[in-house]
């Protein structure tokens, strides 16, 4: 069992940024890959970002890339996003996921375990 809680979230304008962290516990951290979801109202959950247990292997939404950087440090169990030039259209609920493949995935069923999601709101 994984347990991730997410921080960092808040209310941002236009072009402004955030830093999301997502802190884990319970089973060995650098076993897992870790990917950040983010679901706005009325759509389905998206695959924003995600890192290789190693975090030599990152990849990202086309949506988010230059704009948000993932990164993980496995000394202290915890996953980061990056978020810069925030647009109105990244308001969404913000959840980090916990999968045990080799690879990074990116879709939201792949993954085994969740966070309770953070809310981020760009207002234009």
């Known amino acids: 069992q994984v347990k991730l809680v997410e921080s960092g979230g808040g209310l941002v304008q236009a072009g402004g940024s955030l830093r999301l962290s997502c802190a884990a516990s319970?089973?060995?951290?650098?076993?897992?890959?870790m990917g950040w979801f983010r679901q706005a109202p009325g759509k389905e959950r998206e695959f924003v970002a995600g890192?290789?247990?190693?975090?030599?292997?990152?990849h990202y939404a086309d949506s988010v890339k230059v704009r948000f950087t993932i990164s993980r440090d496995n000394a202290k169990n915890t996953v980061y996003l990056q978020m810069n030039s925030l647009k109105p259209e990244d308001t969404a609920v913000y959840y980090c996921?916990?999968?045990?493949?080799?690879?990074?995935?990116?879709?939201?069923?792949?993954?085994?375990?969740w966070g309770q999601g953070t809310q981020v709101t760009v207002s234009s």
């Open positions: 890192i290789s247990v190693g975090g030599e292997s990152t």
């Open positions: 996921a916990a999968e045990s493949s080799a690879v990074v995935r990116s879709k939201w069923y792949e993954y085994d375990y």
């Open positions: 319970g089973r060995t951290f650098s076993y897992y890959v």
